[in-house]
């Protein structure tokens, strides 16, 4: 960590930091989330979905984790918030995850270097690469992407995008895609993976969950009928109080 400065905490059991740190050589920038205690606690990597603008952390979500107890960074990644670099959807930006998990697991009040990792949306196949790559206690990815060439096909509003940061369409440049796909990897996840997903989901359908739940020797599994991209703040707050009990229950034996 290169700096911590405080930012105003929407809640007051609960400080709050914008942090500049180290990832593949360039200053990166994301948020520090701590119990207002000085207790030591599981480390949460929270990583957003969403590039650029879209989707950028908010101070409120990482909050609500911390206040469950849990020590959390959320990496904004390169580019972003005067950060250095520029986001490539799961290409080189991993290294702000992986940089992030190394900094908590670093972290003096993270118990044990106990280090959980959570992604929602395009921050699901951040998650899932991460997993393979680092020793994650567990895995939770709720709406989340796991198939780069997937997210082509269906999103047809961010195909100008991804063409444009990733160098192509699938047709052309087809290993980048499949390097942004960790799905033929996941089965190295050996920590205990929680998936959540919403079966009317249009942003991130259901069928990425689907191919990830196959790829995985075992898995935690929530769907939603009813539901597509965004729960009710109700049914939220319940949902994020169950990942809570979930990582701290079975991420105990890993490290």
Known sequence: ???????????????????????GGLRVKGFLAEPLDDEQHDGLLYLRGGIKSVGMVRPARIAEFAAE?????????????????????????????????DLLQDNERVRNGRVHVFGFSRGGVMAILTAIYRPVSSLVTWGGVSDMILTYKERSDMRRMMKRVIGGSPNKVPEQYDWRTPLNEAAMITAPVFIIHGRLDDNVSVEHAYRLEKKLNKADILYFNEYDHYIPPAVNRKIVGKIAVWMKEKGKGNV
């Open 1 to 23: 960590m290169i700096e911590r400065t405080p930012y105003p905490s929407p809640n007051p059991h609960v400080r709050l930091y914008t942090v500049v740190y180290k990832s």
């Open 69 to 101: 107890g849990f020590i959390v960074f959320a990496p904004f990644y390169r580019g972003n918030r005067g950060g250095e670099g520029n986001e490539d959807f799961a290409g080189e930006d991993r290294e702000d995850a992986f940089s992030g998990f």
